[in-house]
């Protein structure tokens, strides 16, 4: 809604990218404008910006009632029945919803009196869902999961009925191209060519785990001071209060210039190439991990919290460690054992790589995606 860039952007760029063109012709749309319309279409894919309505609201005794009619009559009549005239004049044949079975309801119902399938991508673990959600869900044609971890979450939550199916999010190696050598990197932040980098790779949010990382840094200060940090990621409007904790920590602990806030990075590879070693730090169980695979994609070993999706990807002690959730201790005596041994980095680095082609490729992911395409089709 904001225009910030997550990894679900990436993933659907890749998805329809790879699709047969001779079978499917996609159409993507975003809520707001951002900075990746312009490679979607520079690939020749229809990609259209269409803002949703903001909510009516309105003070007051008399006017609260007034305003939750109106949006009631917005969100469950006149903007489904709206978009479901778009979707039969180009001719939809189905819809397919990026990101959870919670968001993205007027498109779900649009769908419905546009009498055409329409399945989700379900990319959060979420605690709480609505009975909105609920019975909007049961009426999907399809959840696809990202991990086997949110089809857990399903389960557990009373949600195990859906038709839910699991679909790992895919990446090709060479989609993570180098533009400019590890040195201008360490030019960029005026460090020395003798400096060690260690990053992080994600938007600047409380749950993806940025201050363990700074705090692991203060750990591993003595046992490698020539280690530096970057923090490689965007904020948004609600995440600037979080981005403002993590740099006074970073003041508070002593690490200003060993600690570095990058801000949004358009060339994300190249940063991830400077790295001896890729962190995953989130607090929370973590859907799937998508950075993961970027770092595998590079050779990289990674370092992930052991959550959510993480460790279907890293298998641990082999391609990467893992460590406790929020475990700033764990995080820091995980880097120093690599930071500590090159063999070590490289082997891992390697078979991450291997493990990349062989589980997550990106073919895999359309390939199934498709299939799943093709039966719904047939059905309708």
């Known amino acids: 809604m904001d225009g910030t860039i997550g990894g679900s952007f990436f993933s659907l760029y890749f998805l329809v990218r790879g699709l047969d063109r001779s079978r499917y012709e996609p159409v993507v749309v975003f809520a707001a404008d951002n900075s990746l319309v312009p490679t979607y279409l520079?690939?020749?894919?229809?990609?259209?910006?269409?803002?949703?309505?903001?909510?009516?609201?309105?003070?007051?005794?008399?006017?609260?009632?007034?305003?939750k009619a109106i949006n009631f009559h917005r969100g469950f009549i006149a903007e489904p029945g709206r978009l479901a005239g778009i979707l039969r004049a180009d001719r939809i044949a189905l819809v397919h919803l990026n990101n959870s079975?919670?968001?993205?309801?007027?498109?779900?119902?649009?769908?419905?009196?546009?009498?055409?399938?329409?399945?989700?991508?379900?990319?959060?673990?979420?605690?709480?869902?609505?009975?909105?959600?609920?019975?909007?869900?049961e009426r999907l044609d399809a959840v696809i999961c990202v991990s086997n971890a949110v089809r857990e979450?399903?389960?557990?939550?009373?949600?195990?009925?859906?038709?839910?199916?699991?679909?790992?999010?895919?990446?090709d190696p060479s989609d993570m191209v180098i533009t400019s050598e590890p040195s201008a990197i360490f030019r960029e932040f005026g460090l020395a060519p003798t400096r060690r980098l260690v990053g992080i790779v994600g938007n600047i949010k409380e749950w993806k785990g940025q201050e363990?990382?700074?705090?692991?840094?203060?750990?591993?200060?003595?046992?490698?001071?020539?280690?530096s940090c970057l923090l490689i990621g965007d904020s948004s409007r609600s995440s600037l209060a979080y981005r403002?904790?993590?740099?006074?920590?970073?003041?508070?602990?002593?690490?200003?210039g060993r600690v570095i806030l990058t801000g949004y990075r358009s060339n994300v590879p190249d940063y991830v190439n400077a790295l001896d070693v890729l962190i995953h730090a989130s607090t929370e169980s973590e859907?799937?991990?998508?950075?993961?695979?970027?770092?595998?994609?590079?050779?990289?070993?990674?370092?992930?919290?052991?959550?959510g999706g993480v460790p279907e990807i890293i298998e641990n002690g082999v391609t990467g460690f893992l460590y406790t959730p929020g475990s700033d201790t764990e995080l820091a005596d995980c880097l120093?054992?690599?930071?500590?041994?090159?063999?070590?980095?490289?082997?891992?680095?390697?078979?991450?790589?291997?493990?990349?082609?062989?589980?997550?490729?990106?073919?895999?992911?359309?390939?199934?995606?498709?299939?799943?395409?093709?039966?719904?089709?047939?059905?309708s």
């Open 42 to 67: 520079q690939s020749g894919i229809d990609t259209r910006v269409m803002a949703p309505g903001l909510p009516a609201i309105r003070p007051g005794w008399v006017g609260r009632p007034i305003a």
């Open 101 to 137: 079975i919670v968001t993205n309801h007027v498109w779900m119902l649009a769908a419905r009196r546009a009498g055409i399938p329409c399945i989700t991508h379900e990319r959060g673990i979420n605690q709480v869902f609505s009975r909105r959600s609920r019975w909007l869900a």
């Open 153 to 171: 979450n399903f389960e557990s939550g009373g949600l195990g009925h859906l038709r839910v199916t699991t679909i790992s999010n895919g990446l």
């Open 212 to 227: 363990v990382v700074v705090r692991a840094m203060a750990r591993l200060a003595e046992r490698h001071p020539e280690v």
């Open 244 to 256: 403002d904790k993590v740099e006074r920590l970073v003041s508070e602990l002593g690490l200003a």
């Open 287 to 307: 859907p799937f991990g998508r950075v993961v695979l970027e770092g595998m994609a590079l050779r990289k070993p990674v370092v992930g919290a052991r959550g």
């Open 336 to 379: 120093a054992q690599l930071l500590g041994n090159e063999a070590l980095r490289r082997m891992m680095g390697d078979a991450g790589y291997v493990r990349l082609v062989s589980e997550f490729s990106i073919e895999r992911n359309v390939l199934l995606t498709q299939q799943l395409y093709d039966s719904l089709l047939q059905r």
